[in-house]
């Protein structure tokens, strides 16, 4: 099983739906996690941290399930501007990147 | 804060040429990395730093030297270009390492806006 996995889509999603995807992760013992964005020909960016209870940021809701070994990232009422590359990142003793899930928010 | 910066953002080498990224931070930042993102691999780890005069490889060293003489820089150093070495890099620094222990969060990163490189 590979350290961080994501669906590299694309996610082709009506502007005004809602999307979520999830990232799994390898190592039970990993302690922190993160959603980053990157647009495109861009440097990724700190969307959110994700808090073992789980964390809201306006439309972004980001949950981490340690039994199952994921996480996820939910957007509510799509914005064109969220077409972006996320990226799931995990932190044990190193800090691993995820490849991206590729979203396209259609007008 | 200027944050991270890299310079150049742009450059093109012939094979065996070798050349400098630069990379500096005005947070303060122990931690600092290099990374480069070619397409369908994501971002891969080069080399990093806890501290200055501390450095450590990562994922994909071979090709590339770092050093670290004060807290602010981090160069990154390419002996011999080849081909293989076209790429995205990106410089990234945090409060603190993954290893340090430190509180929730202070292991941000924070990435510099990318050089794109292209040896010939």
């Known amino acids: 099983r590979k350290e961080v996995e994501q669906d590299p889509g694309p996610f082709n999603v009506p502007e005004g739906a809602t999307v979520a995807f999830n990232c799994t992760y390898s190592?039970?013992?990993?302690?922190?996690f993160f959603w980053y964005r990157q647009d495109c020909r861009k440097e990724p960016k700190l969307l959110m941290s994700?808090?073992?209870s789980g964390n809201e940021d306006g439309r972004f809701t980001a949950q981490l399930n340690r039994a199952s070994q994921y996480i996820s990232l939910l957007i509510r009422d799509s914005k064109l501007s969220d077409s972006a590359t996320y990226l799931c990142?995990?932190?044990?003793?190193?800090?691993?990147f995820g490849k991206g899930t590729r979203l396209h928010i259609l007008p | 804060n200027a944050g991270v910066t890299q310079t150049p953002k742009f450059q093109v080498l012939k094979t065996g040429q070798s050349m400098t990224l630069q990379c500096a931070q005005d947070?303060?930042?122990?931690?600092m990395s290099w990374y480069r993102q070619d397409p369908g691999m994501g971002l891969r780890l080069i080399h990093y730093?806890?501290?200055?005069?501390?450095?450590d490889q990562g994922e994909v060293p071979n090709g590339y030297n770092v050093s670290r003489s004060t807290t602010e820089d981090f160069p990154l150093r390419l002996l011999s270009a080849a081909p293989s070495q076209t790429s995205v890099y990106f410089c990234?620094?945090?409060?603190?390492?993954?290893?340090?222990?430190?509180?929730?969060?202070?292991?941000?990163?924070?990435f510099g806006p990318g050089t794109r490189l292209t040896v010939l």
């Open positions: 990234a620094s945090s409060y603190s390492g993954p290893k340090s222990g430190r509180a929730f969060g202070a292991d941000t990163q924070y």
């Open positions: 190592n039970s013992a990993s302690q922190s």
């Open positions: 994700v808090y073992s």
């Open positions: 990142v995990v932190r044990d003793d190193k800090i691993i």
């Open positions: 947070m303060n930042h122990e931690y």
């Open positions: 730093s806890v501290g200055a005069g501390i450095t």
